[in-house]
């Protein structure tokens, strides 16, 4: 008797601990729910590489985002306590980076792929591009030359390109189209091109094409004065106005061959970039392309006036223009980003993997010092370097709360990507653009398992190769 009933109290009181116990885990999961805040995506990987100012790199790190901006990043297991997220995507094969910024290319100009190659730049522009942009460039050759060059871009993990060309209001709408941001100058050049026939005329037609993409959550509308040598001291002049009226970015190709400084010198005595600073086309937000013979007292001008460098490895080297110095740059703190200009002849792709990976060799190689733009440089080059060339550092360029959702993830777990022992590292030296597995933009996903959602690419592929064989029947 005595023992059956001491059985049934320590049963009794096995079943009240199990039941306090599973009304504390009910307890702690309704707090739970009710606590942890609701956003729209989780996305979490292996590595996390933010580019923020601690350039920190989270091991099993994740991101929660709310509509087109960044809530937090923390390790996976913080942000899956802290959110709950109507969508998730878990990579862990994967590196998680802020989207890649281009700072200079001519997306449309994908059309004109491998036209001709290992030529002189002269002659590669007179006997091939000129003509050719001449017989072919139409609102239809730009739409689907950009959407080409959007689709390769987005692809290998571009979310923002800077692009100069002719007819960028229809550039603005192809990148909007594939739902990538971009830095879109509308090209001003001295003689007659075809979407206007004079300056004045491509003046009009910018400030109407700043007006249309004012505040677009996407496009920044720029003014793309070609170089000092395509263009009047006037238009120049101009161009700067009309950019500080809007607050727009003035993108210009400056110092790219030594025949352009050399001419420069010889006409007027200064410079390319000291003839821009006397005319205060420099003073105002500026992206100048290449910089390849920027002189000490140049870099002194270019870090005074707060200029943004695009640099172009890629296509210094192919058209032998020589190497910038872009040790010296970052060491004056001037922002440099990088860019894979192009892509007719001059690069002949778009591969931000690429840039950096040359970039970071170039330097080594120009100094003969291996410790010259370490691998961390040359991804922050593509990242927050490129930003803050933009000036939209507080927008984009790592991933930080509150900034704009821009992401990629990498898949590490080819050949080419293991073993890892620095994430950072195989970004910039073992990680190839086809490693790029999803992408986000401004909190939409644009691409997912290497697919992109936005564009039809079978029907740009076979645009592309329509293009092809109406181009080299204009050229005979
Ligand atoms: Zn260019």
């Known amino acids: 008797m005595l ?78 306590a802290r959110y709950t997220a109507k969508q998730r995507l878990d990579r ?51 739409r689907w030359g950009t959407r080409l060059g959007c689709l390769e871009m987005l692809l290998g993990g571009t979310t923002t390109f800077t ?13 909007k189209e594939a739902g990538m941001r971009g830095v879109l100058g509308e090209t001003i050049i001295g003689f007659p091109v075809a979407d206007n026939k004079t300056p004045a005329e491509a003046l009009v037609f910018t400030e109407k094409y700043l007006t249309r993409f004012r505040n677009d959550p996407l496009v920044v509308a720029a003014v793309a004065p070609h170089a000092l040598y395509t263009n009047s001291d006037e238009t120049l002049k101009a161009s700067r106005a009309l950019a500080n009226q809007f607050d727009a970015p003035l993108l210009i190709h400056l110092e790219e061959t030594k025949k352009e400084v050399d001419d420069t010198m010889a006409a007027r005595h200064m410079t390319p970039a000291a003839v821009l600073d006397s005319l205060g086309v420099l003073s105002g937000r500026t992206v100048a392309a290449h910089c390849v013979w920027a002189n000490d007292a140049d870099i002194a001008i270019l870090k005074r006036r707060n200029v943004g460098v695009a640099h172009c490895p890629s296509s210094n080297m192919k058209l032998a223009s020589g190497a910038a110095p872009v040790v010296k740059m970052l060491a004056a703190g001037i922002h440099v980003g990088l860019g894979p200009d192009g892509p007719a002849g001059s690069n002949n792709d778009f591969n931000l993997f690429e840039e950096m990976d040359l970039a970071a060799k170039l330097q080594k190689v120009i100094t003969m010092d291996p410790q010259a733009l370490p691998a961390s440089d040359a991804l922050e080059m593509a990242t927050m370097g490129g930003a803050r060339a933009l000036g939209m550092d507080q927008e984009i360029g790592s991933i930080e709360a509150g900034k704009r959702a821009d992401l990629i993830t990498v898949r590490i777990d080819r050949p080419n990507a293991v073993p890892m022992y620095d994430a950072i590292s195989q970004m910039v030296y073992a990680l190839k653009a086809e490693d790029v597995r999803d992408v986000m933009v401004n909190g939409r996903q644009v691409v997912r398992d290497a697919r992109i959602l936005t564009l039809d690419e079978k029907s740009i592929l076979a645009k592309a190769e329509e293009y092809r064989a109406k181009i080299s029947a204009s050229l005979k």
Request: hydrophobic share 45%; with cysteine.
């Open 3 to 80: 023992r059956t009933y001491k059985f049934t109290t320590e049963t009794q009181r096995l079943r009240s601990r199990a039941f306090l116990f599973y009304l504390c885990v009910l307890c702690v999961s309704v707090v739970n729910i009710y606590a942890a805040e609701s956003v729209d995506t989780i996305w979490s990987a292996r590595y996390v590489i933010t580019e923020d100012p601690q350039h920190r790199v989270i091991e099993n790190g994740a991101v929660a985002i709310r509509a087109d901006r960044i809530v937090a990043v923390s390790s996976k297991a913080d942000i899956d």
């Open 92 to 142: 862990p094969d994967a590196i998680l980076a802020p989207g890649l910024i281009n700072t200079h290319t001519h997306a449309a100009m994908s059309l004109f792929r491998g036209i001709a190659d290992d030529m002189r730049l002269q002659d590669w522009l007179e006997k091939f591009i000129f003509p050719a942009e001449a017989k072919n460039v139409s609102p239809d050759f730009v």
């Open 163 to 175: 692009d100069m060309y002719y007819f960028e209001d229809v550039v603005a709408e192809a990148a």
